[in-house]
């Protein structure tokens, strides 16, 4: 097939062996009930009550067991085939034996629900008749509670009483209340896309058993089923904290504070990193980060650590000391030395998951981590000001399963004297912060400064060449046989043509969110994108059903990039086999908060896991000539007014927080393009801001691809395109005229956004 063939003629042909469809096909679909059973975390399992013996009757309470929430509304929505809810999945289990009964009544109730025009996970319990409950406990001594949340793009959810959101509903209290005092056992299914209370079954002794199910796609309810029944052993360890009181989080007093900003006052004391540094918040945790149990037990033993060249390599043996198989996580942790610079407690430098393990068999894990990835961010100057700062002292290294249950090793990384690594300029720096929390659980004050934002000059020329004639127009596919040079190319285009490459085109196919590139008389295909990133998002009514994956929180919780890694694999061949080659995904902003509506497509609290995911996500996309999207660069941790918010953030906090997981994605996976935020930075939009664009992405970080802006963003395009943000989403007007005049802007720098989009079209096939 001809290069760009697919992209131009919309071929729609079947990928898959022996001309078999891959969208939405089987394999794809036993990918994601894998993905969600090794996602699932075993909270609790008092007695051992899990897994279901052989032989066990069980009733199943709440609405969730038939209203199962796959995952959330908006961009991250997927429309699939079918979606498997909990009672679905144990009814597929001939090892026990459900109360249909009391099933039937919900699955009744669930339906009046959406006939009245309920949503999906967005409606309160019903109240359980008390003859029918009578029956239950005729039946068995075991029970279930289920328990859904729903969220979604555009929307924050609320804790106030009218929104239930982290805590329990009056009616779920009841539903809990009456069924822990009518069985002996009772077990709880959390299906949610994000953290939420904990507390209420951590802390009653008559819930025996508690798992977080998440929101696990469209096999979510069978995966569910597998880790109850002991088909799989549950091996997820969480990506966040689960706090007591939504109140524990530094980031729930200012919340709500404003529509117009969110002060990121707790600075880098985010997650764990505040529950376990800040004096008097470990209290707070009811299960810490990276905590998970397993149906088995695991030794971690000969643990070493030590310095190669220029990073700390940790060597373990794990040995499955249990009676069935399983998989463990490792995870590395490291405490910096008090100085100078404030710290959190512990950081998470590296994790492993090792292969299923049989009983008694031991695999040995090799983690490793930079020197330098152990340095602070000094933006005030308390070593060396707007520098990565690695203070004199001894850095200890840790080794557990989670923040919590480590271990200090022997090695010690000592730092004789401190030593600065780089220093850099004044990039994003905040005006109006007033406060940053320290490690001492102390405010510092910030002066509130007016600073002028610095510009980039274009390196980039571009002469204008017209050609004669038609006749001697150069191709884009000259440049792609080597017969042209991209430079030359582009130089033929006048200013009008250039800007006109600058904006979205025209949906083809079956694309519903619009088109990059497009000059047909040039010979540029227009490449269609879809969204994400829980599988490809294609618009309802079209006759084409892809995968539904788990959501990012999920798969943070596998804890194995190899897995996510074949999600992006399979999304990417489901996208190229509809003609669509720009994938919207991953998703990488960080768990600030529990209440942010779109913490479903965002992976954990912590920047390293997150980064880590999304280069995986990022490597399987590439690997089959689909382009990734990372996204939303940056600090889009709040959903309301989500297009005009400020988000008012130190520099230290950007770098070591809400930038991080990008740099890592865009260091490790290389991905083609960047989507911005629809947010202001610091007081500017990021699709504006050419401190973040052109001073960290393409300065610091070395990064050659194209950005996007997020689709219908508020920001000005002049002002976009003199930051460096390369492409305005989507296309707004029916004739594609999206601009008519170029005037105050440099020929050159716009030739510049071109020539990052055409790089990306090039290296499409």
């Not at 295909?525 to 084409?544: E, F, H, K, Y």
């Not at 798969?555 to 399979?570: Q, S």
Request: contains cysteine; negative net charge.
């Amino acid at each position: 097939m001809d290069k760009w063939t697919r992209i131009n003629y919309q071929t729609c042909m079947p990928l898959g062996d022996n001309n078999s469809q891959l969208t939405g096909c089987n394999r794809h679909i036993q990918l994601s009930r894998q993905a969600a059973q090794e996602g699932i975390v075993l909270l609790k399992n008092k007695d051992n009550i899990l897994p279901l013996k052989k032989g066990s009757k069980i009733a199943i309470f709440g609405k969730a067991q038939i209203d199962y929430v796959k995952g959330g509304g908006g961009s991250g929505d997927v429309f699939c085939e079918y979606v498997r809810n909990i009672y679905d999945g144990l009814k597929m289990k001939s090892d026990v034996e459900v109360f249909d009964k009391l099933s039937f009544f919900y699955k009744c109730y669930v339906e009046d629900a959406y006939k009245a025009g309920e949503q999906n996970g967005m409606f309160d319990e019903a109240e359980i008749p008390g003859e029918l409950l009578n029956d239950a406990k005729s039946f068995t001594d075991t029970a279930i509670i289920t328990i859904n949340r729903y969220s979604a793009e555009n929307s924050d959810r609320k804790n106030d009483g009218t929104d239930t959101y982290f805590g329990l509903s009056e009616k779920e209290k009841q539903m809990v209340k009456l069924v822990c005092e009518s069985f002996e056992n009772v077990i709880v299914l959390i299906n949610a896309g994000a953290m939420i209370d904990t507390s209420w079954f951590a802390n009653d002794d008559k819930i025996k058993a508690a798992l977080m199910i998440w929101q696990g796609g469209m096999e979510g309810g069978l995966a569910t089923a597998d880790i109850l029944v002991g088909e799989v052993n549950p091996s997820g360890k969480l990506a966040d904290t689960c706090a007591g009181n939504l109140e524990d989080y530094p980031s729930s007093e200012g919340f709500y504070e404003s529509d117009d900003y969110v002060k990121y006052t707790e600075d880098i004391f985010v997650g764990y990193r505040y529950f376990e540094t800040i004096p008097g918040r470990k209290e707070c945790v009811v299960y810490p980060f990276g905590y998970g149990l397993s149906y088995t037990e695991f030794e971690i033993k000969n643990c070493e650590a030590n310095k190669v060249g220029e990073k700390i390599v940790v060597c373990v043996d794990v040995e499955n000391v249990g009676k069935v198989s399983g998989k463990e996580v490792v995870q590395v942790y490291f405490s910096a030395p008090c100085g100078k610079i404030t710290k959190p407690a512990m950081n998470l430098c590296a994790f492993a998951k090792t292969k299923l393990l049989e009983a008694g068999e031991t695999q040995s894990l090799m983690m490793a981590f930079e020197i330098n990835d152990m340095a602070s961010f000094d933006d005030m100057g308390d070593v060396c000001k707007n520098a990565y700062v690695l203070e004199k002292g001894e850095y200890k290294i840790y080794v557990g399963t989670s923040v919590r249950d480590t271990t200090e090793l022997t090695y010690k990384y000592i730092m004789e004297e401190t030593k600065i690594l780089s220093r850099h300029e004044e990039y994003c720096a905040p005006e109006s912060l007033g406060k940053r929390l320290t490690a001492t659980g102390e405010y510092r004050e910030v002066p509130n400064e007016k600073i002028e934002r610095k510009t980039f000059k274009n390196k980039y020329i571009c002469e204008e060449k017209i050609p004669a004639d038609a006749e001697n127009i150069k191709k884009l596919i000259s440049v792609a046989n080597g017969e042209t040079s991209l430079d030359e190319f582009i130089s033929q285009l006048t200013n009008q043509q250039l800007m006109g490459l600058l904006f979205g085109k025209k949906n083809r196919g079956i694309a519903n969110t619009g088109g990059i590139g497009g000059l047909k008389e040039y010979g540029i295909p227009s490449v269609m994108t879809a969204d994400g990133p829980a599988g490809v998002r294609l618009a309802v009514g079209i006759g084409v059903k892809t995968t539904a994956f788990p959501v990012a929180t999920m798969l943070a919780c596998t804890w194995n990039t190899e897995i996510v890694e074949k999600i992006g694999v399979a999304g990417a061949n489901e996208m190229k086999e509809n003609n669509m080659f720009i994938w919207l995904t991953p998703a990488l902003n960080i768990h600030r908060s529990p209440l942010c509506g779109r913490n479903f497509e965002y992976y954990s609290e912590d920047p390293f896991v997150a980064g880590k995911m999304a280069s995986a996500m990022v490597r399987g996309i590439q690997s089959q000539g689909v382009a990734a999207t990372p996204k939303h660069f940056a600090c889009n941790n709040k959903e309301t007014n989500r297009m005009d918010s400020d988000s008012v953030v130190s520099q230290r906090a950007l770098r070591e927080i809400y930038i991080k997981g990008f740099e890592i994605c865009i260091k490790e996976a290389r991905p083609k393009l960047i989507m911005t935020s629809y947010n202001k930075l610091n007081g500017t939009y990021t699709s504006e801001n050419a401190e973040l664009l052109e001073g960290i992405l393409r300065g610091e970080w070395g990064y050659k691809g194209a950005v996007t802006t997020d689709w219908y963003n508020h920001a000005n395009h002049k002002s976009e395109v003199m930051a460096g943000n390369d492409v305005k989403m989507p296309c707004l007007k029916e004739d594609n005229e999206y601009i008519t005049t170029v005037e105050g802007i440099d020929r050159n720098k716009i030739a510049s956004c071109v020539k990052r989009i055409l790089e990306m079209i090039l290296w499409f096939e």
